[in-house]
């Protein structure tokens, strides 16, 4: 059997699936036939299998350095439920435990065992993979040897000595950070000059980018948890550690089963969370974003952000973090003017030199972009990196085009009544003043100051305080207003804003709209070219997916493993769909390979006959 018939059975036989997606086949040839590679790849792109199953062909033992012990476990113990020969070294282990390992190593009994970098740089570690037949070494989450990224690991550096002491040995670093920078790091620091790089494209179709003015946060989420993901995993991200309790305490009081996540817990409180949020259905994770590398839960169903990332990059990958699966997942944000000048004032205010705040400015600016834009939002990440697309159809923008209003003659209203509070009192005031005289409110403060009599008083009538506050908060983003935090966060005109007030520049504004949660239909998406399909032909039967997820965990449980290890989302939906009748009708369903086929097709067949 030729090397292509043999990975495409293993993909088969242990896996359950019938086809390579992206670039998968090429890099396995390529790894199988011996070279080096370096694979960028987004999350849930399917990096995995790239060294799995060249492990599981050539000859010898593949070794993975992958930095996070705590996931090392349940991907070893996923390999296990697929019936692979997998096991993993690791400071968790008791001896006779690591003993055991080690043993089965040098009886060639492993195809595939996971270190931590420390780890496998021991000489213990070494002297046992001088004595045995290695088919590879993987590094994954290879950007941890790159000093300027947050996620730097010093031992990873040291990884580069494979290079001579292991030279026949081909070699893979994967990862999903997508920069150029990043990537010339990691060839040069892993010697992987020769190596051979393969980028996918870093869309994620089955994502949909929600982005939305910011009126009570936490409200908002509720709201959209209730309404489109009660009962389903997620990750909430939050600015400070403050902020995350308070919205895993709000979540848990409204009956949304949420626990929190942050660098000021201890290690065994997070370690817990973490766990529990990996095992679990349905928990949502509240956190900073001390948490999230690593984490390849295949079902979180949605990444929610209540405050502004720093970066284009930073909210890609954290919202990467939803949907691995390839079923239908949402990265839903809320942000306002506060966020903005928090962010702003935070880059002011650091003790970092002009370079770095000129690059951190530029980063905010990208982003906030993204947030105000009236195009797809997919084609604006997308050409971020540098990677050009079509309208994608999947997002708010798309799905319910923002209207864009000439916001011209609003926004001269409101600089000009800045400017003239100004000049009537010496100073200047905050929105809330700003407001109430645009409108024509005769507040206690506006009879203090005498405001009544200025000439923008009552101009603008015609909008209500939500929308007055939407146009400020655009002008703030395109700079056309300052808002002072220092200060009781007055306002104060910029150069720009004189441009406005002359009548030589036009603002263009975006509607405030009270979008209705996007229609939710539980859609199939193609990934390899990206473009939704629709349904299957079929329902899901709902009372059969129950059961079988009944069952599911029941057996997660028993065998103490993440209950996505037995089965997937996708596999027990496509079983509920098609209530299969025979061993080979269930053979055909994506995710069920020969190993679970044995164990589980019996008690699915009664489950699916038992729903007839
Ligand atoms: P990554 O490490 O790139 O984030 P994984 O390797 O964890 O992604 O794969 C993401 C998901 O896609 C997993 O659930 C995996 O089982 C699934 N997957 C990977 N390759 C395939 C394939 N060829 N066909 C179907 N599903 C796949
Ligand atoms: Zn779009």
Partial sequence: MDVEERAARVLREVFGYSDFRGRQREIIEHLIAGGDALVLMPTGGGKSLCYQIPAMVREGMGVVVSPLIALMQDQVAALREAGA??????????????AAVERRARAGELDLLYVAPERLLSERCLALLDA???ALFAIDEAHCVSQWGHDFRPEYIELAMLA??????PRI???ATADAVTRKEIIERLRLREARVFVSSFDRPNIRYRIAEKDSARKQLLKFIRAEHSGECGIVYCLTRASVEETAQFLAQNDVPAQPYHAGLDSRTREKNQARFIREDGLVMVATIAFGMGIDKPDVRFVAHLDLPKSIEGYYQETGRAGRDGLPA???????LADVVQQRRMIDQSEADDEYKRIATAKLDALLGLCETTQCRRVRLLDYFGEASVACGNCDNCLEPPEEWDGTIAAQKLLSCVARCQAASGFTFGAQHTIDILRGNRTPKVAQFRHERLSTFGVGADLDVAQWRSVLRQLAMMRLVHVDLERYSVLRLTPASREVLRGERRVLLRRLTDRPAANRSRRRVDRSRAIPVEPLAGEMDQGLYQALRSWRLEIAREHRVPAYTIFHDATLEEIARRKPRSTDELRSIPGIGAAKLERYGGTLLQLVEGAR
């Fill in 330 to 336: 949402d990265a839903w944000m809320v942000y306002g």
């Fill in 85 to 98: 020969r997998a096991a993993a070294l690791n400071s968790s282990m008791s001896w006779p435990e690591i």
């Fill in 132 to 134: 045995a037949p290695l």
């Fill in 173 to 175: 670093a994967l990862t």
């Fill in 164 to 169: 001579e002491r292991y030279g026949r040995v």
